[in-house]
Nanobody
Framework: QVQLVESGGGLVQAGGSLRLSCAAS????????MAWYRQAPGTKRELVAS???????YYADSKRDRFTVSRDNAKNTVYLQMNNLKPEDTAVYYC??????????????????WGQGTQVTVSS
């Protein structure tokens, strides 16, 4: 079991910056990747950025130039640095962790865990 707690959301003016944090606890040894998703009212949840346990990052289109995902494995924490925020970035941001537990090459279980989300509001 993995627990995820997001923090760092808030209200900022357009052009401002925020850094979101997601602290993972529990059986974190099996985490293969963590990601940030967001969901605005009336929209489906979308992937913003992800980072694997090896540090490989992915960014959704239109996010790469402003957002940066990073990790601190020692703290089991991932971050999303958001710069030059725009009103359309307003959403609840969710942390996701994918766990792949294996014995040697055999996969025992795969699971996805979600945090409760943190609200990001960008005013114009």
């Amino acid at each position: 079991q993995v627990q995820l707690v997001e923090s760092g959301g808030g209200l900022v003016q357009a052009g401002g910056s925020l850094r979101l944090s997601c602290a993972a606890s529990g059986d974190t040894i099996c985490i293969s990747a963590m990601a940030w998703y967001r969901q605005a009212p009336g929209t489906k949840r979308e992937l913003v950025a992800s980072i694997t346990s090896g540090g490989v990052t992915y960014y959704a289109d239109s996010k790469r130039d402003r957002f940066t995902v990073s990790r601190d494995n020692a703290k089991n924490t991932v971050y999303l640095q958001m710069n030059n925020l725009k009103p359309e970035d307003t959403a609840v941001y969710y942390c996701n962790a994918k766990t792949v537990c294996t014995l040697r090459t055999q996969t025992i279980a795969e699971s996805d865990y979600w945090g409760q989300g943190t609200q990001v509001t960008v005013s114009s």
